[in-house]
Antibody, heavy 118, light 108 residues
């Protein structure tokens, strides 16, 4: 199983950050959970949210009002949208595969650096 | 929110030494859903231990996890060069799922 994040490396303040995770070697429809985690020097590792194989979503309450995670089984991808970004959202974003819980992170993508700046 | 505290913040050790890292939770971790990760510089975290004491597939048996409730430990029986890295614990039993701040193991 391999996970690969893709998306813009620079996002303007107040705009929406959009990332896609492409999964290879494993159908996303057969795994319980797929999620997003970010890492910054200021906040460390932070769980953002997850989507289940049935399409249920789970979000960090601190980000819930700005986050949408969805899956596209036809493309074997899942995506993250984070709205109204500020400099505090600058981080490396990882997509992950989880098994036993929406918060589990068994396999990680290589990560993509996103900077929020004008 | 379950707050995880890791100690110590940094350890300076020599190759071949044994090390024990600590992770303490502010409240009991549901189902002992506690994981340990190793992150080498410039790389993604790599899962070592899940469910407090289960090694992930392909993880060396020099790594062992123990503990329950609020106190957990990760032991490395013999430090190899690739083990000088940052180690994080994570609880994935109660949302929001949280990580500790990490323990850095560097070469003395």
């Amino acid at each position: 199983v391999q996970l690969q994040e893709s998306g813009p490396g620079l996002v303007r303040p107040s705009e929406t950050l959009s990332l896609t995770c492409t999964v290879s070697g494993y159908p996303i429809s057969t795994n319980p959970y797929w999620g997003w985690i970010r890492q910054s020097p200021q906040k460390g590792l932070e769980w953002i949210g997850s989507v289940s194989q049935s399409g249920d979503t789970y979000y960090n309450p601190s980000l819930m009002r700005r986050v949408t995670i969805s899956a596209d089984t036809s493309k074997n991808q899942f995506s993250l949208k984070l709205g109204s970004v500020t400099a505090a959202d600058t981080a490396t974003y990882y997509c992950v595969r989880g098994l036993s819980s929406p918060g589990a992170a068994g396999i990680w993508g290589q990560g993509t650096r996103v900077t929020v700046s004008s | 929110e379950v707050v995880l505290t890791q100690s110590p913040g940094t350890l300076s050790l020599s190759p071949g030494e044994r090390v024990t890292l600590s992770c303490r939770a502010s409240q009991p971790v549901t189902n002992n859903y506690l994981a340990w990760f190793r992150q080498k510089p410039g790389q993604s975290p790599r899962l070592l231990i899940y469910g407090a004491s289960n090694r992930d597939v392909g993880v060396s048996d020099k790594f062992s996890g123990s503990g329950s409730g609020t106190d957990f430990t990760l032991s490395i029986s013999r430090l190899d060069p690739e083990d000088f890295a940052v180690y994080y614990c994570q609880q994935y039993g109660t949302s929001p799922y949280t990580f500790g701040p990490g323990t850095k193991v560097d070469i003395k």
